[in-house]
């Protein structure tokens, strides 16, 4: 959940940010929101669960941002007698972290811009 921190006449910025690789999505929001849910559920089910997406588009999700960087993002534990589970490798956890980085410096620099432009002192 994005908060307006700058608005004027009701209106705020938004923007959404995702990474390609040849023209094909590596990596955005519902992406790092899978990531994030699956680091705190432990589960790839859970966390689709939590995100509002199949099992199936999640397991999706991950194939194809570890077969675009041609890394494991997720280790995964096959159910059993004490169940699945799933954890995130700690490749997965930089670009989780880096893309934080880079989505609150794209917001900052937005926030800054939307002020420049549509700040009341300008009219």
Same mark, same amino acid.
């Given at each position: 959940?994005?908060?307006?921190?700058?608005?004027?006449?009701?209106?705020?910025?938004?923007?959404?940010?995702?990474?390609?690789?040849?023209?094909?999505?590596?990596?955005?929001?519902?992406?790092?929101?899978?990531?994030?849910?699956?680091?705190?559920?432990?589960?790839?089910?859970?966390? !689709? #669960?939590? &995100?509002?997406?199949?099992? /199936?588009?999640?397991? *999706?999700?991950?194939?194809? @941002?570890?077969? =675009?960087?041609? +890394?494991?993002?997720?280790?995964?534990?096959?159910?059993?007698?004490?169940?699945?589970?799933?954890?995130?490798?700690?490749? !997965? #956890?930089? &670009?989780?972290?880096?893309? /934080?980085?880079?989505? *609150?410096?794209?917001?900052? @620099?937005?926030? =800054?811009?939307? +002020?420049?432009?549509?700040?009341?002192?300008?009219?």
């Amino acid at each position: 959940m994005q908060i307006c921190y700058n608005e004027y006449m009701g209106m705020c910025i938004r923007s959404k940010i995702w990474l390609e690789i040849e023209s094909e999505t590596v990596f955005g929001g519902g992406r790092r929101a899978l990531l994030e849910e699956i680091e705190r559920l432990g589960s790839i089910n859970k966390a !689709a #669960r939590a &995100i509002n997406v199949s099992f /199936r588009k999640a397991l *999706s999700y991950i194939q194809s @941002m570890e077969a =675009r960087l041609g +890394k494991d993002l997720v280790i995964r534990q096959t159910g059993g007698r004490n169940g699945g589970g799933a954890n995130l490798t700690d490749e !997965a #956890r930089k &670009i989780l972290a880096k893309y /934080r980085e880079l989505e *609150s410096g794209v917001n900052e @620099m937005l926030d =800054r811009k939307f +002020k420049e432009i549509f700040a009341e002192n300008t009219y």
